[in-house]
């Protein structure tokens, strides 16, 4: 995100030149895209499960296996690149290569503000659209922080077919826990999805839609060591 402490006021064609280069403006994505009333780009639903192994991201920009499922489980800054203007075409005609994708995990937090939060939705549902655009299988991955990121944190998103979430460190701490739980709750309630896909740590969880678990595979390689 762009730094506060940066006067604009100072400088107005520096500030531009700066948010350019930071990838927060990136109107040359927002020709063409679909959006949903409340201003979010869609995401049409698919149908099914994944039927290959998944791969991340960070393997996945370099690896020539296409026979995959490609995931942003992992921490943001190993695909912030996807927004930079140097690197998203490449990234975006790399991942429909692919059997199929899972929209970039870009992280809501009850630290960030609902603004930065609702951004980084629409970085995640832009890179999506754009890969479904180009004929890739595509799964929302939906995430939220507190309560108030039920508002937003589902826009943008059909009811019916597969979403996906994850259980990386909902276990940490007890609020978190809960504030999962509200989130699946909501999550049916909102878009009431056919299956959900879950990685991460298995927990019991009453849903009316069909799961699939997949383990998060560096966490079970750790334990081992």
Known sequence: MISPTFSRK??????????????AVRADLSKGLILSEEGYPTIKPFFGIPDSPLVDFKEAISCDDYNQWVHFFIDDVCFEQLWNPKYTERDVQKLTKFKGMFTPD?????????????????????IGQLVQ??????????????????????????????????????????????????????????????VIFIYGEKIDLQTKARQIWHPNKHIMHLRTL
Request: with cysteine; hydrophobic share 35%.
């Open 10 to 23: 100072k400088n107005h064609a520096e500030w531009e030149l700066r948010k350019s280069r930071l990838g």
């Open 106 to 126: 870009f992280t809501l937090d009850p630290r960030l503000s609902p603004l930065q939060e609702q951004f980084n939705l629409f970085r995640s549902r832009t």
């Open 133 to 194: 655009r180009r004929g890739g299988n595509v799964i929302p991955t939906i995430g939220w922080s507190f309560r108030r990121s039920f508002d937003y944190c589902f826009r943008g998103l059909y009811e019916g077919g597969t979403v996906a979430i994850s259980t990386n460190g909902v276990l940490s701490k007890v609020v978190s826990f809960r504030m999962f739980l509200e989130g699946v709750f909501e999550l049916e309630r909102q878009l009431r999805p056919e």
